[in-house]
């Protein structure tokens, strides 16, 4: 399980079954902050694994993809 998190905005509160569907929760939350009065906001949010532990290097591989698609 994988979630959009970031030390600002905190989490998403979804658990999201892979990487992809994070990596776009993670865009609409910058999207949203760029819609803001005022335009100055921003999304510190980025995919991470909710269990403690390292990104396995399949994984790696995925978070790779969605960042370049």
Known sequence: MYEAHGSVRGS???SHRSIRTAHVCAADDREACRRLPGGNAYSDRSVRAIEPRA???HELDQLDEVRCA
């Open 55 to 57: 990104f396995r290097p």
């Open 12 to 14: 998403c509160g979804h």
